[in-house]
């Protein structure tokens, strides 16, 4: 029972690792298109054709990422606000957007 255990944790941690790693590629794949869209303006388009992609789907669903229309909105308009992955996920910029949205409450 106790290597059925091991095993089972083992195959966790290593789906949990394959997971971080398939995030970590859509989060290029954003970056990508971020900058595809500050040079030549069609950023959300190509982001768009990407999680639609056979490829793009799949990448998105072994990051455990719902490959839906409503996700390839959302990256659309992610890619549209023109902030880098690396900002937006910093915590500087959550505190930035936290303090905006309570200065935009209480005006």
């Known amino acids: 029972m106790r290597d059925f255990v091991d ?31 500050k040079k030549y303006g069609n950023g959300p388009e190509q982001i768009a054709r990407w999680a639609r992609s056979r490829d793009g789907r799949e990448v998105l669903s072994c990051a455990g990422i719902d490959p839906n229309e409503r996700v390839v909105t959302g990256l659309m308009e992610f890619v549209g606000k023109g902030v880098r992955t690396s900002v937006a996920l910093s915590r500087e910029e959550s505190e930035r957007r936290n303090a905006a949205e309570q200065d935009a409450r209480a005006a």
């Open 7 to 37: 095993g089972t944790a083992f195959n966790n941690e290593q789906g949990n690792r394959a997971r971080k790693l398939f995030a970590a590629v859509v989060l290029a794949a954003l970056d990508d298109a971020i900058a595809d869209d």
